[in-house]
């Protein structure tokens, strides 16, 4: 089983109301970040039949395909994988009246975002998505312990969700799907419930 790593991180951000503050929580970390040429050798070097050029064609030509779908305001679904589909976010404020909302005006940006696929075979919903890891502290990997924690198939997720990157301890998950991309705001800009927004 791949392995996951993270850090053990205190929320220093001094909030009184926040029950967060001075607790202790964790974010994933990074060991690489993968190209399209990268991604194609690896691809390619996993049994297929295609060599690292073509692999790399077909992924540049469904980028480009993507997009271009994605303009037509269709959503695009990649089997076992997840659904790709825009939101749009809006200057705050917005207009007064339904014919006052002028595009140019109070359109402020376009959003590219990912919904996981949920469906029982390749559930790759956060909740499902977390019992296929295990987990390494790369505290405990930096002193040479490279022994993985159990992953979580066995419990439920905490309220307010996981830490990343971002120094963010977690805000659980929205209620945002393709069907239903909600209603999206400069504070709100609408992401997918346990997908990802790439805002590129």
Not at 4 to 21: A, F, G, P, R
Not at 23 to 35: D, V
Request: with cysteine; glycine share 12%; proline share 4%.
């Amino acid at each position: 089983m791949s392995k996951i790593l993270y850090e053990v991180y205190k929320n220093d951000i001094k909030d009184s109301e926040s029950v967060m503050y001075g607790k202790y929580y964790a974010r994933l970390k990074s060991i690489e970040t993968l190209n399209m040429p990268k991604l194609a050798k690896h691809i390619s070097g996993h049994g297929s039949v295609f060599t690292e050029d073509v692999v790399e064609g077909v992924m540049k030509k469904f980028k480009s395909c993507l997009l271009e779908m994605l303009l037509e305001s269709k959503k695009v679904k990649v089997a076992g994988l997840g659904t790709f589909y825009l939101t749009c976010e809006c200057q705050k404020g917005g207009a007064d009246k339904e014919e006052d909302f002028n595009v140019k005006e109070h359109l402020k940006a376009l959003h590219i975002r990912f919904l996981p696929d949920q469906t029982a075979e390749d559930n790759l919903s956060s909740r499902e998505f977390i019992k296929k890891a295990e987990f390494v502290n790369i505290k405990n990997l930096m002193s040479g312990n490279t022994e993985a924690e159990g992953s979580n198939e066995d419990e439920d997720e905490e309220p307010g969700g996981t830490g990343n990157e971002n120094n963010n301890p977690g805000t659980g998950t929205g209620t945002t799907t393709p069907d239903n991309p909600g209603t999206t705001t400069p504070d709100n800009p609408g992401t997918g419930s346990g997908g990802t927004g790439d805002e590129g």
